[in-house]
């Protein structure tokens, strides 16, 4: 039928479960989370509904529309390039007020809105009253109300929007600012409607608001405009920051006067949520319970862990073995057996600790903790001269650094978010843990789960002292104040953490049979030839290439083997374990390997922690450098992330283990 496609955009605050209603209209998996700049990119799905085909976009959350920050941008100017057909903004019922904000920008924008109350359960259990229909009479636009989490509304919702859809009439109100600035206002649409050439996507009303208020993205759409001149002077006339200041007044006026008639909050009193915030964000016990936390999470990884591992493990020792008595001729069952599955089967070994430290982490952050630990470390950021919000982007690069540095994009400050990208890559990934898992089970026994946490703690530590040294020298300045609301403890989904956990172990498997398989394949054949040398011998092309790096690897404790292991683990550190696989000749036995680094007199607790720490701040992989450049724009800053962590790697190895050598470890 005609018209039967509809494209609707979600957009709302941070943390107002836009992503989850997302979820909840496509089926779509896309991970939830309870801090903004989780949803760093617009995502769309697909819903097929009473014979409508309706396209989801997932749009950035945010504020506000001023946009200062790169997530407001994308957000804005999708609604007004793109033109959906609907925009829904999902606002927190519980949090009614705040949001209302977004609402008047939005209907500056021209566009058709649709407000989705969602967490209503959370806003009737306070206690609180909302009037639906006086509501829609304040707004001039319909509001349905949904607990997406629970997939209530969903249905109601979908109606709506064919509903909307299908009456095409324009819903929204305007905020009027006062004589003063309505004047200018209309002088500047009247100087911008002379203008042919304008891209009539944007209202001209709300391109001289957002000129007032001195929008710089803005002002550069109109730079061509041969009008452009006069719309300046126009500008240059007012003061410019009294006018901003005087916007937002008129807003909030507007908000403060509709709201009491639109909702009745329930008596003021402590929520669960309140009690529990009392505890776990005290200025006292805050840290100290977000570091047991965390390092429980370690201590549950490595012991649920073990038994899977094994499992694994003596599963890819057998087909490693039948493959290897199997094939002909020699050197395609080496390759196969030592090369190809002992080294992929080297690092799968692990996939039962990736799997179960991103559940923990995942129940964490489903149920609104992790937002917390934002918000505690906060002060200390501010301190050290980062932004509150640099650290959700370091949170989220326990899991992979990638989206970590693309989540600073929610950072409004263009010195803050350089920062964080920066020291991002510190920040302990999911792909460094097999590392600490080799080494520290093997030299550490019992203690490992603690050395492994220690591993993370460190990566934090150099972070923060690189952020410090960065804003002193570099980068200068100071970090804009962290506003950031917080969600309320929810009982996380186990469906939420599952997918989450998939997700991100899908990513290791998938790494392992893409960029892991061809290293270890390179690996194999340079331990190989040339022909006649021993497998993986000092004489072979990978011994030439590990005695050419060893002496600068030689302080820290590492012989050419390791040396061999660190260079591949430029391209993904799995890669160094499934280097050791190789190169010490145990293939995909775990044990094997385990026993013959034990054997080796050159290995030891001391040099395993330095190759342990050196691992974690040495170079980022490929991935991670590429998106650095992605997300700096600039050559310059990638390369100097690069080397920057190159010699913060050599200077932390070398003092963990020269100052070992000292003490007489």
């Not at 259990?125 to 001039?140: C, N």
């Not at 050439?197 to 009303?205: C, G, M, N, V």
């Not at 932004?387 to 990638?402: E, R």
């Not at 680094?597 to 701040?617: T, V």
Request: hydrophobic share 45%.
């Amino acid at each position: 039928m005609d018209g039967s496609k509809i494209k609707i955009a979600l957009t709302g605050n941070p943390n107002v479960g836009k992503t989850t209603l997302f979820n909840a209209l496509t089926g779509s998996r896309q991970h939830v989370g309870n801090w903004p700049g989780v949803t760093v990119e617009k995502k769309s799905g697909n819903v097929s509904y009473k014979n409508y085909d309706i396209e989801v976009i997932d749009l950035p959350g945010t504020y506000s529309l001023t946009a200062y920050s790169i997530d407001e941008i994308v957000a804005r100017n999708y609604i007004i390039e793109e033109k959906p057909d609907i925009v829904i903004q999902v606002v927190d019922a519980s949090n009614l007020e705040r949001n209302l904000y977004l609402t008047t920008q939005l209907m500056e924008l021209g566009s058709e809105i649709l407000i989705v109350l969602n967490m209503c359960d959370i806003a009737e259990e306070r206690g609180d009253r909302i009037y639906i229909d006086k509501m829609e009479e304040l707004l001039a636009t319909p509001v349905i109300k949904t607990v997406a989490s629970q997939k209530k509304g969903i249905c109601d919702l979908l109606d709506k929007v064919i509903e909307q859809k299908e009456i095409k009439q324009y819903h929204g109100h305007e905020i009027g600012y006062g004589a003063e600035i309505e004047e200018k206002i209309l002088e500047i649409e009247q100087v911008l409607a002379e203008d042919e050439t304008r891209d009539s996507r944007y209202p001209l009303r709300w391109i001289s608001i957002r000129l007032l208020e001195g929008d710089s993205n803005v002002r550069e759409k109109i730079s061509d405009s041969p009008v452009y001149d006069r719309v300046i002077q126009i500008i240059d006339s007012i003061d410019q920051e009294e006018f901003e200041a005087e916007i937002a007044d008129k807003r909030y006026i507007a908000i403060n006067t509709i709201f009491p008639q639109m909702c009745t909050r329930a008596n003021d009193k402590l929520t669960k949520s309140d009690m529990v915030d009392r505890v776990l964000t005290n200025k006292y016990l805050g840290i100290p319970i977000f570091l047991a936390l965390m390092w429980g999470a370690f201590e549950l990884t490595f012991a649920f862990a073990t038994p899977f591992m094994d499992m694994i493990d003596l599963a890819a020792s057998w087909v490693a073995g039948y493959v290897s008595s199997s094939l002909q001729p020699e050197w395609l069952a080496s390759l196969v057996g030592d090369g190809i599955i002992g080294g992929v089967g080297a690092v799968l070994v692990f996939v039962p600790n990736i799997f179960i430290l991103f559940f923990l982490l995942s129940l964490l952050e489903g149920s609104g903790y992790l937002a917390r630990a934002a918000f505690i470390m906060d002060k200390l950021m501010y301190k050290i001269g980062m932004h509150g919000k640099s650290f959700i982007p370091m949170l989220m690069g326990f899991g992979c650094n990638v989206p970590a540095i693309m989540a600073a994009r929610s950072i409004e400050d263009e010195k803050d978010r350089l920062i964080t990208i920066l020291v991002v890559p510190f920040v302990s990934c999911g792909a460094r843990l097999p590392i600490y898992v080799l080494f520290a089970g093997t030299f550490f026994g019992r203690q490992a789960g603690t050395v492994i946490f220690g591993m993370y703690i460190l990566g934090i530590v150099i972070a923060i002292i690189s952020a410090k040294l960065l804003r002193v020298t570099v980068v200068r300045g100071k970090p804009a104040p962290f506003i950031m609301e917080l969600p309320p403890y929810r009982v996380p989904t186990l469906r939420t953490s599952l997918i989450h956990m998939w997700d991100n172990g899908f990513m290791y498997i998938k790494k392992a049979g893409s960029i892991i398989l061809v290293g270890v394949v390179v690996i194999w054949a340079l331990a190989s030839f040339p022909w006649g040398v021993e497998y993986g011998s000092e004489d072979s092309y990978v011994g030439s290439l590990g005695h050419a790096v060893e002496p600068l690897l030689k302080p820290l404790g590492f012989d050419w083997k390791i040396s061999v292991a660190l260079i591949f683990g430029l391209v993904a550190k799995e890669i160094v374990v499934a280097s050791m696989g190789v190169l010490y000749g145990a293939g995909d036995n775990s044990e094997a390997l385990t026993e013959r680094l034990m054997a080796d007199p050159g290995l030891n607790a001391l040099n395993s922690l330095s190759l342990m720490a050196f691992s974690l701040l040495y170079m980022p992989c490929v991935a991670t450098v590429g998106v650095i450049k992605k997300e700096t724009g600039s050559w310059k800053w990638t390369a100097f992330a690069i080397f920057y962590g190159i010699i913060v790697a050599w200077i932390t190895a070398f003092v963990i283990y020269q100052g070992g050598v000292m003490l007489g470890y």
